[in-house]
């Protein structure tokens, strides 16, 4: 069975950081693009990062730049997106997702979705 499975959400501070891991079962992660997308309240769900399985390339939104690093870690078959300095406008559900996207930052190009992790960002 195909599964993605997130972990490590949370409530932090701003500035604070998480580290979120997005782990695989039934199939091989280094394979796929594995994209992380987040959706706030009343918001369209939009892309965050991505790292593609053909050259490792990272993509990452412009309000994460600096602040955000994915990575994968091919022995536990895991992705992790680190998140440091969070603001509260990053307050949303995290999924991550798994295929073979042309424009990474768009949901059509996955395949599989895992169920999400809340992040809060709050005072």
């Known amino acids: 069975q195909v599964k993605l499975v997130e972990s490590g959400g949370g409530l932090v501070q701003p500035g604070g950081s998480l580290r979120l891991s997005c782990a695989a079962s039934?199939?091989?992660?280094?394979?796929?693009?594995i994209g992380w997308f987040r959706q706030a309240p009343g918001k369209e769900r939009e892309g965050v990062s991505c790292?593609?399985?053909?050259?490792?390339?990272?993509y990452y939104a412009d309000s994460v730049k600096g602040r955000f690093t994915i990575s994968r870690d091919n022995a536990k078959n895991t992705v992790y997106l680190q998140m440091n300095s969070l603001k509260p406008e990053g307050t949303a559900v995290y999924y991550c997702?798994?295929?073979?996207?042309?424009?990474?930052?768009?949901?059509?190009?996955?395949?599989?979705w895992g169920q999400g992790t809340q992040v809060t960002v709050s005072s």
């Open positions: 997702a798994a295929g073979w996207p042309t424009l990474w930052a768009l949901q059509y190009g996955y395949d599989y």
């Open positions: 039934g199939f091989t992660l280094d394979y796929y693009g």
């Open positions: 790292i593609k399985s053909s050259d490792g390339s990272t």
